[in-house]
C-alpha cells in the first residue's frame, strides 16, 4: 500500500494544494519504488495548462486506471470550454463522471470475484475564487469533497498507522496553514509513519510532492526541488529531538511552567 496526504495551504494570493507520498510498493515480500502523485496537464500548442493533481493508493493497475480516466475526463471537458482552468462548478461535473466510470469498473471486477484495492484524491484550484479544490475517492469509486471539511485528505495503509493521528496531532488546520511549512509538515509525516508501517517509505522522491498555487494570478504547479527535499530531511530530525526534548522537560518542569515558559518566549518573539 501506500501513504498519500493531500493539504490546503491558504496563503495571501489564493489558496494552494500540496500532495506528497512515499515512494513504496508492495507485493508481496517484494517491495519496489515508484512514482504516486500523477499530474495532469493539457497542451495547446507551446502552452500548458495545470489542470489538476492526482494520487493514488492501492493496486498499482487500478490506480493507474484511475489516473488515466480522470486525465481523459478533465482534459476533455477544459478543451471544450477553451482550453483553461476548471470553476469549482466544472471541475465537480468531471469529479462525477470520473465516478461513474470508476463504479462501473469495480462493480464489474466485484461480479468476478475480485475485490478491488483502490483509493484517489483529486486536487485542483478554482480560477475564478482561487479556492484550493479535493475530492477523495473511495474503493466504491465514489467521491467525498474534503476542500471544505476537513481540509485534507489522507489514504493508504499508512493513513489508519500514524497519518491521520500525526495530522491532528501536530495541528493541522487549513485556517493555520498559511503559518506552517507544509513541506516538513508531510515529510515529518511521511517518515514517522515509515519508521512502523513495513508497506510505507521515508519521503526520498520530490517527483512524488506537488504544489498547486496561483502565482501572479496563473495556476501552476511544480514537484519539489532535490535542494528542498534535503532541507526538509534535516528540519525533520531537528523537529524529532525537539518534541523529545519538550517532553523530557515536561516530565521535570511540570507542564503548566513548560508551557508558561513557552508562551512568554512567544509573545516576546511577536513583538
Known amino acids: 500500500m501506500t501513504l498519500v496526504i493531500a493539504l490546503k495551504w491558504i496563503r495571501p494570493e489564493g489558496e494552494g494544494v500540496v500532495i506528497s507520498s512515499d515512494s513504496r510498493a508492495s507485493a508481496g515480500i517484494i517491495a519496489y519504488e515508484v512514482k504516486k502523485i500523477h499530474p495532469i496537464v493539457i497542451a495547446r500548442g507551446k502552452e500548458e495548462i495545470d489542470l489538476a493533481i492526482a494520487g493514488g493508493a492501492g493496486e498499482s493497475s487500478l490506480v493507474k486506471q484511475g489516473y488515466e480516466i480522470a486525465d481523459v475526463i478533465i482534459k476533455k471537458l477544459s478543451a471544450k470550454v477553451g482550453f483553461r482552468n476548471l470553476t469549482k462548478e466544472e471541475f465537480k461535473s468531471t469529479v462525477a463522471e470520473i465516478e461513474d466510470n470508476l463504479i462501473h469498473r469495480f462493480s464489474y471486477l466485484r461480479s468476478k470475484g475480485i475485490q478491488p484495492a483502490f483509493e484517489m484524491i483529486l486536487g485542483s484550484i478554482d480560477p475564478d475564487e482561487k479556492k484550493a479544490l479535493l475530492y477523495q475517492f473511495n474503493e466504491y469509486g465514489l467521491a467525498e469533497p474534503v476542500h471544505d471539511d476537513p481540509g485534507f485528505a489522507i489514504i493508504g495503509s499508512g493513513a489508519m498507522t500514524g497519518g491521520l493521528l500525526l495530522t491532528h496531532l501536530l495541528g493541522y488546520s487549513p485556517e493555520k496553514s498559511s503559518k506552517l511549512n507544509l513541506g516538513v509538515f508531510s515529510t515529518f509525516v511521511i517518515d514517522m509513519v515509515s519508521k512502523i508501517n513495513p508497506t510505507v517509505g521515508p519521503f526520498v522522491d520530490p517527483n512524488n510532492s506537488i504544489y498547486m498555487r496561483i502565482e501572479k494570478n496563473q495556476i501552476t504547479m511544480g514537484t519539489l526541488k532535490v535542494e528542498a ?43
Open 229 to 271: 527535499l534535503k532541507d526538509y530531511k534535516k528540519k525533520v530530525e531537528q523537529r524529532k529531538d525537539l518534541i523529545k526534548l519538550l517532553w523530557k522537560l515536561a516530565d521535570r518542569y511540570g507542564e503548566d511552567e513548560l508551557r508558561k515558559k513557552l508562551e512568554d518566549f512567544f509573545q516576546k518573539k511577536q513583538k
